[in-house]
């Protein structure tokens, strides 16, 4: 049977030629091809054929004719649509060839047929998936001969060729795999490049079909596929960059999503087409900036995550390329949307790593983020910024690393923890192991420093985390003991002092913690009573507060008590673990025991042995032991020999031996029983050979806190050590002496006797003549008799009396230098002065060894000290010493009181005008003695060493001109307040002593303190009205924060109780209770206005100290308000006042039998004088003329305060007021000159100093004294100054506040004009009226 043939039509000529029998020509030995034969026969005859076909080449003219009609033959449904698979291959490799044998016409002239034909060619090529088949040769020279004569290009006249080749794309794509050889792909791309070259475009199906092999999905199905894809599109760039752009602009720009099934994935492909080449996306960029821009937050936040990987991307050059798209992409690092601005900040690590010249760009947009109200942003600009340090420092500059030291103290846990292990884990790659060469670690030796400081912060949780920074990452614990300590003592060398202090106070508390423990087990070994749980259970919540999260912490501590209580083991290996002979190695095997035990295998976390196990790591000395202190001492021996590798460090040798000793000495607290050794003591022998004060100064101290046991054990020691004790003790500096003193008590047996061979040498050589060589006699008289007062009181009084204060304190052999300073460093402050101070502290150091007053020697000592506070620091008044001597002496007598208020028996003798006398210290004019003495009286407070009434003097700061320390004192409080809350509610004894402890109790004496101000002179003066209110506001702002226990009310109360009493300093005097009931008016006021609880009824009725008020009397009814409803409404709105905060005219502080005491102080030029920055230098009184300019001319010597000094120049000057005020003057020195006199005289009664009444009688009479420039804020309003001096001129200024008033030696000079006001940046552009003030409203 013959089957049809596809006959060609007329018009091609090959078409036309059959044989002349009209039957087709087979090659020669191949018969006929029917339907009739088997399906081997088929394949053996076609076989043939595709011989004959494959051998036949385009030139074959006569051949071409011959075989045409069985080209067409073999394109008949019968062998498209054949079952067998061999037959179909060995058409299609036949159809193959007849291709290229009559290209470039095809013999088929039906574009059916041809698309019949191709599809049928490519179903074909699926055969090529398996390399493995018998076949796959034939399938491989199908594909190589259609790739080479581009036969599928004759496809390009079908109308559908589009189905053709989408059909052909994908079987290509679906059949190639990692089996193939290159050639394979070659001839594929050959094969699909040609149809995307030659075309007329690519449409969105046939670009899909590439397109989809690069979509994550397929490309992690078919690897090869996408590398295919990949190479396909880099070959066709130019031609199909236009299709794809289209696609594009289509999906992004015109929202036409149904144009592909790929729409969804547009921006996976962006991301592939631009790693393959970012030429197929030259028109697409502008769109995606068009897509930045969208209202739509999620399609914003699809493109960031788009551009971050495109800008991020290793070989990326597109921020460079296209800086318009760039710097749209850096602006969604302010975008509204949180999960955009997040995305961005992620995308900062990647480009900081790759591209590190583009961090400049970056670092401005990361410094925002760090600030960003969201915390998971806040944190991940940390991790970007850590993340890129850690592969390279020199990737993250220092503005970067600057934004994550300032997240160290963000508000949030998270984000501080981040930071802080941050920059730990790149200290110890690039300082600790050294990772990247000098120069990286110098750029983070910061780190150190700053994570220590940390430790100020008042978090548990940030106090913690710092001590396991620094066990891991500061000095890893794990490290060999001289590489572990040889890493401590260089860093401790290289701190700096607030750092140091720092790490003192780690080690301090977990000291303490230690002693806690070491308490409760104490309290285990005892019997069980009511007591012993009481006591037990606040040992518990003290070691809870040490712990994270102490609400929770309670419980788990309770457990683990109860655990104590019941396993034996486990309290001795907690008491191994604290014991002071515990090495590292068996604190760190104790741990892991313990850990052990309360592990629970069937829980995986385990909350209650993580709280325990912080408790150990705490507690367990992982660092220092006995080992440990040798090598330490080693690493010092070889600093002080020369052969430490000190310089590498990048420490000098000096200051490496110093800070050594200075380590040991802090270790000397924590770690005494590792010092006692012969090594270590011999090596601290040599230490106090040396030169260096410092290093000799820690040896002694050293010795002082480890050598209890050197007499019994160590004689050679001992030996050795006295007579260079001695020595010290007589002939070494201050702090040397102290020492010295302290370490002979504390050490030997037969103190007495070692103490008398130093102090009867050196009481019999004291000699006023040579102050030089009086300080440290001085101070080792004055240590001994304190440490041995049985022994040495009675012989010290002689000293005290014919010696200290009849030939040292009550004479000035030298004259200082007037150079006006209110303030000079240690070195430039004269020896006689130093020696005087030090008598003070001798005075101070007799009675607090006696602790009695039975020779009412402190009654002389407080009438001394106050007297030196009276006159300013000059107690002759014979005017030959220094500003800054008397400000120091000033400053050593309010210290003086303070010390002996810490003692119960002086405190009751110390009298309410020495008291108010010691308070006005803190409104000093020089700065120093302000900032020391409040620091002396926080420190003495929070120790709860002074009564409460030394609190209020607190109050006081809220005239301090400098805001810094106003600051400071507000904290002070702060402190002070929540430490004896604290105290009070853990321990339940204290109620009994609520008088003393309740910081609430303070109110009174804080009334009484304002009401007894010098300041305080019209008790009706709206302006000194506002100062009293700010003072009170300055304590009640603290102590009303909370409303505990009703305290608001209880406060009220006080105050409405003290109306109801007598001022018990002047209960007679009328005007006094004025002043007492106004203040207690002020200070309802207050409360009232800032509480709305304070009207409920008292818990308890407030008692009153009775050593300040009267007892209320029975028919005395006080229901007068003392401030009228026009100045309550003044006080609260804060209505702006003309000029300063402080009275114009200081005020005299009223004392029974004394006459108010004036003082003529001229004003030096230098550092630290006071006179008021609006002062007119013309009149030389308080008003401030209204059209005067200040201008800055400078910045004040001192440097512990820098202020700016204003020059003011008046516009307008008055010659009346000036002749008026000069005359004033000149009458004023002569006064004073007469009241020297009789100061002197007075007061050379040695301890008994006191006034005559005759004396005051004619101060009274004398001529009037100027008012006196004040030391404290900017001053009043010139209407209100110049009605004051005329109200007033007939009083004296206060006594005990130091002030700066217009000089005697120039007056109306410009030194007159110079003032210090704090922090005045802009005076020139503020008017009068704009002067600061604190309002109750704010």
Same mark, same amino acid.
């Given at each position: 049977?013959?089957?049809?043939?596809?006959?060609?039509?007329?018009?091609?000529?090959?078409?036309?030629?059959?044989?002349?029998?009209?039957?087709?020509?087979?090659?020669?030995?191949?018969?006929?091809?029917?339907?009739?034969?088997?399906?081997?026969?088929?394949?053996?005859?076609? =076989?043939?054929?595709?011989?004959?076909?494959?051998?036949?080449?385009?030139?074959?003219?006569?051949?071409?004719?011959?075989?045409?009609?069985?080209?067409?033959?073999?394109?008949?449904?019968?062998?498209?649509?054949?079952?067998?698979?061999?037959?179909?291959?060995?058409?299609?490799?036949?159809?193959?060839?007849?291709?290229?044998?009559?290209?470039?016409?095809?013999?088929?002239?039906?574009?059916?047929?041809?698309?019949?034909?191709?599809?049928?060619?490519?179903?074909?090529?699926?055969?090529?998936?398996?390399?493995?088949?018998?076949?796959?040769?034939?399938?491989?020279?199908?594909?190589?001969?259609?790739?080479?004569?581009?036969?599928?290009?004759?496809?390009?006249?079908?109308?559908?060729?589009?189905?053709?080749?989408?059909?052909?794309?994908?079987?290509?794509?679906?059949?190639?795999?990692?089996?193939?050889?290159?050639?394979?792909?070659?001839?594929?791309?050959?094969?699909?490049?040609?149809?995307?070259?030659?075309?007329?475009?690519?449409?969105?199906?046939?670009?899909?079909?590439?397109?989809?092999?690069?979509?994550?999905?397929?490309?992690?199905?078919?690897?090869?596929?996408?590398?295919?894809?990949?190479?396909?599109?880099?070959?066709?760039?130019?031609?199909?960059?236009?299709?794809?752009?289209?696609?594009?602009?289509?999906?992004?720009?015109?929202?036409?999503?149904?144009?592909?099934? #790929?729409?969804?994935?547009?921006?996976?492909?962006?991301?592939?087409?631009?790693?393959?080449?970012?030429?197929?996306?030259?028109?697409?960029?502008?769109?995606?900036?068009?897509?930045?821009?969208?209202?739509?937050?999620?399609?914003?936040?699809?493109?960031?995550?788009?551009?971050?990987?495109?800008?991020?991307?290793?070989?990326?050059?597109?921020?460079?390329?296209?800086?318009?798209?760039?710097?749209?992409?850096?602006?969604?690092?302010?975008?509204?949307?949180?999960?955009?601005?997040?995305?961005?900040?992620?995308?900062?690590?990647?480009?900081?790593?790759?591209?590190?010249?583009?961090?400049?760009?970056?670092?401005?947009?990361?410094?925002?983020?760090?600030?960003?109200?969201?915390?998971?942003?806040?944190?991940?600009?940390?991790?970007?910024?850590?993340?890129?340090?850690?592969?390279?420092?020199?990737?993250?500059?220092?503005?970067?690393?600057?934004?994550?030291?300032?997240?160290?103290?963000?508000?949030?846990?998270?984000?501080?923890?981040?930071?802080?292990?941050?920059?730990?884990?790149?200290?110890?790659?690039?300082?600790?192991?050294?990772?990247?060469?000098?120069?990286?670690?110098?750029?983070?030796?910061?780190?150190?420093?700053?994570?220590?400081?940390?430790?100020?912060?008042?978090?548990?949780?940030?106090?913690?985390?710092?001590?396991?920074?620094?066990?891991?990452?500061?000095?890893?614990?794990?490290?060999?003991?001289?590489?572990?300590?040889?890493?401590?003592?260089?860093?401790?060398?290289?701190?700096?002092?607030?750092?140091?202090?720092?790490?003192?106070?780690?080690?301090?508390?977990?000291?303490?913690?230690?002693?806690?423990?070491?308490?409760?087990?104490?309290?285990?070994?005892?019997?069980?009573?009511?007591?012993?749980?009481?006591?037990?259970?606040?040992?518990?919540?003290?070691?809870?507060?040490?712990?994270?999260?102490?609400?929770?912490?309670?419980?788990?501590?309770?457990?683990?008590?109860?655990?104590?209580?019941?396993?034996?083991?486990?309290?001795?290996?907690?008491?191994? #673990?604290?014991?002071?002979?515990?090495?590292?190695?068996?604190?760190?095997?104790?741990?892991?025991?313990?850990?052990?035990?309360?592990?629970?295998?069937?829980?995986?976390?385990?909350?209650?042995?993580?709280?325990?196990?912080?408790?150990?790591?705490?507690?367990?000395?992982?660092?220092?032991?006995?080992?440990?202190?040798?090598?330490?001492?080693?690493?010092?021996?070889?600093?002080?020999?020369?052969?430490?590798?000190?310089?590498?460090?990048?420490?000098?040798?000096?200051?490496?031996?110093?800070?050594?000793?200075?380590? #040991?000495?802090?270790?000397?607290? *924590?770690?005494?029983?590792?010092?006692?050794?012969?090594?270590?003591?011999?090596?601290?022998?040599?230490?106090?050979?040396?030169?260096?004060?410092?290093?000799?100064?820690?040896?002694?101290?050293?010795?002082?806190? *480890?050598?209890?046991?050197?007499?019994?054990?160590?004689?050679?020691?001992?030996?050795?050590?006295?007579?260079? #004790?001695?020595?010290?003790?007589?002939?070494?500096?201050?702090?040397?002496?102290?020492?010295?003193?302290?370490?002979?008590?504390?050490?030997?047996?037969?103190?007495?006797?070692?103490?008398?061979?130093?102090?009867?040498?050196?009481?019999?050589?004291? @000699?006023?003549?040579?102050?030089?060589?009086?300080?440290?006699?001085?101070?080792?008289?004055?240590?001994?008799?304190?440490?041995?007062?049985?022994?040495?009181?009675?012989?010290?009084?002689?000293?005290?009396?014919?010696?200290?204060?009849?030939?040292?304190?009550?004479?000035?052999?030298?004259?200082?230098?007037?150079?006006?300073?209110?303030?000079?460093?240690?070195?430039?402050?004269?020896?006689?002065?130093?020696?005087?101070?030090?008598?003070?502290?001798?005075?101070?150091?007799?009675?607090?060894?006696?602790?009695?007053?039975?020779?009412?020697?402190?009654?002389?000592?407080?009438?001394?000290?106050?007297?030196?506070?009276?006159?300013?620091?000059?107690?002759?008044?014979?005017?030959?010493?220094?500003?800054?001597?008397?400000?120091?002496?000033?400053?050593?007598?309010?210290?003086?009181?303070?010390?002996?208020?810490?003692?119960?028996?002086?405190?009751?003798?110390?009298?309410?005008?020495?008291?108010?006398?010691?308070?006005?210290?803190?409104?000093?004019?020089?700065?120093?003695?302000?900032?020391?003495?409040?620091?002396?009286?926080?420190?003495?407070?929070?120790?709860?060493?002074?009564?409460?009434?030394?609190?209020?003097?607190?109050?006081?700061?809220?005239?301090?001109?400098?805001?810094?320390?106003?600051?400071?004192?507000?904290?002070?409080?702060?402190?002070?307040?929540?430490?004896?809350?604290?105290?009070?509610?853990?321990?339940?004894?204290?109620?009994?002593?609520?008088?003393?402890?309740?910081?609430?109790?303070?109110?009174?004496?804080?009334?009484?303190?304002?009401?007894?101000?010098?300041?305080?002179?019209?008790?009706?003066?709206?302006?000194?009205?506002?100062?009293?209110?700010?003072?009170?506001?300055?304590?009640?702002?603290?102590?009303?924060?909370?409303?505990?226990?009703?305290?608001?009310?209880?406060?009220?109360?006080?105050?409405?109780?003290? =109306?109801?009493?007598?001022?018990?300093?002047?209960?007679?005097?009328?005007?006094?209770?004025?002043?007492?009931?106004?203040?207690?008016?002020?200070?309802?006021?207050?409360?009232?206005?800032?509480?709305?609880?304070?009207?409920?009824?008292?818990?308890?009725?407030?008692?009153?100290?009775?050593?300040?008020?009267?007892?209320?009397?029975?028919?005395?009814?006080?229901?007068?308000?003392?401030?009228?409803?026009? *100045?309550?409404?003044?006080?609260?709105?804060?209505?702006?006042?003309?000029?300063?905060?402080?009275?114009?005219?200081?005020?005299?502080?009223?004392?029974?039998?004394?006459?108010?005491?004036?003082?003529?102080?001229?004003?030096?030029?230098?550092?630290?004088?006071?006179?008021?920055?609006?002062?007119?230098?013309?009149?030389? @009184?308080?008003?401030?003329?209204?059209?005067?300019?200040?201008?800055?001319?400078?910045?004040?010597?001192?440097?512990?305060?820098?202020?700016?000094?204003?020059?003011?120049?008046?516009?307008?000057?008055?010659?009346?007021?000036?002749?008026?005020?000069?005359?004033?003057?000149?009458?004023?020195?002569?006064?004073?000159?007469?009241?020297?006199?009789?100061?002197?005289?007075?007061?050379?009664?040695?301890?008994?100093?006191?006034?005559?009444?005759?004396?005051?009688?004619?101060?009274?009479?004398?001529?009037?004294?100027?008012?006196?420039?004040?030391?404290?804020?900017?001053?009043?309003?010139?209407?209100?100054?110049?009605?004051?001096? @005329?109200?007033?001129?007939?009083?004296?200024?206060?006594?005990?506040?130091?002030?700066?008033?217009?000089?005697?030696?120039?007056?109306?000079?410009?030194?007159?004009?110079?003032?210090?006001?704090?922090?005045?940046?802009?005076?020139?552009?503020?008017?009068?009226?704009?002067?600061?003030?604190?309002?109750?409203?704010?």
């Amino acid at each position: 049977m013959d089957f049809p043939s596809a006959q060609p039509k007329p018009p091609t000529a090959l078409c036309g030629v059959v044989s002349s029998d009209g039957k087709i020509t087979y090659p020669p030995g191949v018969k006929e091809i029917t339907d009739k034969i088997t399906n081997d026969e088929v394949v053996k005859r076609l =076989k043939m054929v595709v011989k004959t076909f494959m051998d036949m080449d385009q030139d074959s003219e006569d051949e071409k004719q011959q075989y045409l009609p069985l080209a067409l033959h073999l394109a008949s449904e019968f062998f498209l649509r054949n079952p067998n698979k061999d037959v179909r291959l060995l058409v299609a490799c036949c159809l193959a060839d007849i291709f290229r044998i009559y290209a470039p016409e095809a013999p088929y002239t039906s574009h059916d047929k041809l698309k019949d034909i191709f599809l049928f060619i490519t179903r074909q090529l699926k055969g090529l998936e398996d390399t493995k088949s018998p076949q796959f040769n034939r399938y491989f020279y199908l594909l190589e001969n259609l790739a080479w004569v581009k036969s599928y290009n004759i496809c390009f006249e079908l109308e559908d060729c589009n189905e053709i080749f989408i059909q052909l794309f994908r079987t290509l794509f679906s059949v190639i795999n990692n089996s193939h050889n290159k050639k394979v792909q070659m001839h594929m791309l050959d094969l699909m490049s040609s149809i995307i070259m030659e075309g007329d475009g690519v449409t969105q199906e046939l670009l899909d079909s590439i397109l989809i092999n690069l979509i994550p999905a397929h490309k992690n199905l078919n690897k090869q596929a996408f590398d295919l894809a990949k190479v396909l599109l880099k070959r066709t760039v130019q031609i199909i960059e236009a299709s794809i752009a289209n696609f594009f602009n289509q999906v992004l720009v015109l929202g036409r999503s149904s144009v592909s099934d #790929l729409s969804e994935h547009v921006f996976d492909l962006i991301q592939e087409l631009f790693a393959i080449d970012p030429h197929l996306l030259l028109s697409v960029m502008p769109q995606l900036e068009f897509k930045l821009k969208s209202n739509d937050g999620e399609e914003r936040l699809a493109v960031v995550r788009l551009l971050a990987k495109l800008f991020g991307s290793k070989d990326s050059d597109l921020a460079t390329q296209n800086r318009p798209l760039w710097q749209c992409f850096l602006g969604r690092f302010n975008d509204i949307h949180v999960p955009v601005r997040l995305e961005s900040v992620k995308f900062a690590s990647h480009c900081l790593m790759n591209h590190p010249d583009l961090a400049k760009d970056l670092t401005e947009y990361l410094k925002v983020r760090s600030h960003d109200p969201e915390e998971a942003i806040r944190h991940d600009v940390i991790v970007t910024i850590i993340t890129a340090g850690k592969r390279d420092l020199s990737l993250v500059n220092d503005q970067l690393l600057g934004f994550v030291r300032e997240r160290t103290l963000d508000k949030r846990w998270r984000v501080r923890k981040e930071a802080m292990m941050g920059l730990a884990q790149l200290y110890k790659k690039y300082c600790l192991h050294a990772e990247a060469g000098r120069e990286a670690a110098e750029k983070v030796s910061w780190i150190k420093d700053k994570l220590l400081h940390i430790y100020y912060q008042n978090s548990i949780d940030d106090k913690l985390l710092v001590e396991k920074i620094f066990a891991q990452y500061l000095v890893p614990h794990n490290l060999e003991t001289e590489e572990r300590m040889k890493c401590l003592y260089y860093l401790y060398a290289s701190l700096d002092p607030n750092a140091v202090k720092a790490l003192n106070e780690m080690w301090k508390c977990q000291n303490l913690l230690r002693s806690h423990v070491r308490e409760l087990l104490d309290l285990h070994k005892q019997p069980a009573s009511e007591a012993n749980s009481s006591a037990m259970f606040g040992k518990l919540m003290t070691i809870a507060k040490n712990l994270p999260d102490p609400g929770k912490a309670q419980d788990f501590v309770k457990k683990f008590n109860q655990v104590l209580g019941d396993d034996e083991k486990l309290r001795s290996q907690l008491e191994l #673990l604290i014991s002071p002979t515990c090495s590292c190695k068996q604190a760190d095997v104790c741990v892991r025991e313990i850990a052990r035990k309360l592990a629970n295998p069937k829980q995986p976390t385990n909350p209650f042995l993580e709280m325990v196990k912080f408790l150990l790591e705490r507690i367990a000395p992982v660092h220092i032991d006995s080992e440990a202190i040798s090598a330490l001492v080693k690493l010092m021996n070889k600093s002080i020999e020369g052969t430490a590798d000190d310089e590498e460090e990048g420490v000098s040798p000096d200051t490496a031996i110093r800070a050594g000793l200075e380590l #040991l000495k802090v270790l000397s607290f *924590t770690h005494p029983t590792s010092f006692h050794s012969a090594e270590t003591y011999e090596s601290l022998l040599q230490c106090l050979r040396m030169e260096d004060d410092k290093v000799a100064e820690a040896a002694i101290q050293i010795f002082r806190n *480890t050598g209890h046991k050197i007499e019994t054990d160590l004689p050679q020691i001992r030996s050795t050590l006295i007579p260079i #004790l001695h020595q010290k003790a007589k002939r070494g500096t201050p702090h040397q002496a102290k020492q010295a003193v302290h370490c002979i008590h504390a050490i030997f047996t037969n103190k007495e006797v070692q103490l008398a061979q130093i102090f009867e040498p050196l009481s019999r050589s004291l @000699n006023a003549d040579v102050p030089e060589q009086l300080i440290t006699p001085l101070v080792s008289l004055g240590h001994i008799s304190m440490l041995a007062p049985d022994q040495f009181a009675s012989p010290m009084k002689s000293v005290v009396a014919n010696f200290i204060v009849k030939d040292l304190l009550m004479n000035d052999r030298s004259t200082g230098e007037k150079n006006g300073k209110l303030w000079s460093p240690d070195e430039e402050v004269s020896p006689e002065v130093l020696a005087k101070v030090q008598a003070i502290k001798l005075l101070v150091r007799w009675l607090l060894g006696m602790k009695n007053n039975q020779s009412k020697s402190a009654n002389s000592t407080l009438r001394l000290l106050s007297a030196m506070l009276v006159s300013e620091g000059d107690l002759t008044e014979q005017k030959r010493i220094s500003k800054s001597d008397m400000s120091r002496l000033r400053l050593a007598a309010g210290s003086a009181i303070m010390k002996l208020a810490q003692e119960p028996c002086y405190h009751e003798i110390i009298t309410p005008e020495q008291f108010q006398l010691c308070a006005l210290v803190i409104n000093d004019e020089c700065y120093q003695v302000r900032q020391i003495f409040a620091q002396k009286l926080h420190k003495a407070l929070v120790k709860l060493l002074l009564p409460l009434e030394y609190m209020a003097i607190f109050a006081l700061c809220a005239k301090d001109p400098v805001k810094e320390r106003r600051a400071h004192a507000r904290q002070c409080l702060l402190k002070n307040i929540s430490i004896r809350r604290e105290y009070i509610k853990q321990n339940p004894m204290a109620t009994e002593k609520l008088l003393s402890l309740l910081p609430e109790y303070v109110v009174p004496y804080m009334i009484h303190l304002l009401a007894h101000d010098p300041d305080f002179t019209k008790p009706q003066d709206v302006d000194q009205l506002r100062d009293i209110k700010e003072c009170l506001w300055f304590m009640l702002e603290v102590l009303m924060t909370k409303n505990e226990n009703n305290s608001h009310a209880f406060m009220k109360k006080m105050a409405e109780n003290i =109306k109801l009493t007598r001022d018990a300093q002047s209960p007679d005097e009328p005007k006094t209770n004025e002043k007492l009931y106004t203040v207690c008016d002020v200070a309802l006021c207050v409360i009232n206005s800032k509480s709305a609880l304070c009207n409920a009824d008292s818990p308890k009725d407030p008692v009153l100290p009775t050593k300040f008020f009267t007892q209320p009397e029975k028919d005395f009814c006080n229901d007068r308000s003392y401030i009228s409803e026009e *100045t309550r409404v003044l006080l609260l709105t804060g209505k702006p006042k003309p000029a300063g905060v402080l009275g114009a005219v200081n005020k005299p502080l009223s004392a029974t039998g004394r006459k108010p005491y004036v003082r003529s102080t001229g004003t030096e030029p230098g550092s630290n004088i006071n006179v008021n920055s609006e002062l007119n230098p013309s009149t030389g @009184n308080r008003s401030r003329e209204p059209n005067s300019e200040a201008s800055e001319t400078g910045v004040s010597e001192n440097e512990e305060n820098p202020v700016r000094i204003i020059s003011v120049t008046p516009v307008k000057t008055e010659p009346v007021k000036n002749k008026e005020i000069n005359s004033d003057q000149a009458t004023q020195g002569n006064i004073s000159t007469d009241r020297g006199k009789k100061r002197t005289a007075a007061a050379s009664g040695a301890e008994n100093i006191q006034q005559k009444t005759e004396e005051k009688k004619a101060d009274e009479t004398g001529p009037p004294a100027p008012p006196k420039a004040r030391r404290g804020r900017r001053p009043k309003s010139e209407s209100q100054g110049s009605a004051t001096k @005329n109200d007033e001129t007939n009083k004296s200024a206060g006594r005990g506040r130091k002030r700066a008033a217009v000089g005697q030696e120039s007056p109306g000079g410009p030194e007159a004009g110079n003032a210090k006001a704090p922090k005045l940046q802009d005076v020139a552009k503020k008017a009068a009226p704009a002067e600061r003030q604190i309002d109750l409203q704010r």
